[in-house]
């Protein structure tokens, strides 16, 4: 039943604009796996064998621990609604950081230059492999709408209380891996200890 392709084909992309919902999986090489439910509204097919999504604040920071431990990743879409199908995007992430050039280009291009207040870092995969399979197993549910939680949280802290949160909470992984999230402060802290 499991169909496998080199790159997102015409009939993968539709099924991709048509999702509300994807997951990310990830995992260093020891320690848990990571699994995370995300919005698509801040998902993006670059190309056949690329994507990238704009990544907000979480409770931790996992994906990007991985991601600088070892960089592999799997997207994974499934129908909840219309036709079943699971669609899994295998390959290597790499985090974008937010005060970076390519994280400004690419938010100009792709988000029309607004990023949504607790909007962490940006997350790229190169694609190796997308696999499709039935989806029979996965239930029916209907949308209802997205969820205002994650904007009223952000603006109740502001810019200077998601900063200090994202210093105590997302620096590293559950497991104690660094997330990478503070790279420039910590390469010139280092550069000037020296």
Known sequence: MAK??????????RFI??????????????GRVNVSPRGTDMFRVLDDTSVLYLDRTGSSNETAAHLKA?????????????????????????????DSAEFAERLAILFDNEAPLGSRQMVH??????????????????????????????????????????????????DGLPTGLFEDEDTETITAAS
């Not at 919902?21 to 020891?30: G, H, I, N, Y």
């Open 125 to 174: 995969l190169d694609i190796d492999l997308v696999q499709s399979s039935c989806g029979y197993g996965v239930p029916l549910f209907s949308y209802e709408g997205e969820r205002t939680q994650m904007d009223a949280w952000a603006k109740s802290k502001g810019s200077d209380g998601i900063d200090a949160y994202w210093r105590e909470k997302n620096q590293t992984s559950m």
């Open 17 to 30: 604009a048509a999702q509300r919902m994807f997951f990310t999986a990830s995992a260093a090489a020891e």
């Open 70 to 98: 070892n960089g592999r990743m799997t997207i994974m879409f499934c129908a909840v609604d219309g036709p079943p199908l699971i669609l899994r995007l295998y390959g290597r992430g790499r985090v974008i950081h937010r």
């Open 4 to 13: 496998q392709f080199q790159k997102i084909e015409p009939h993968l992309h």
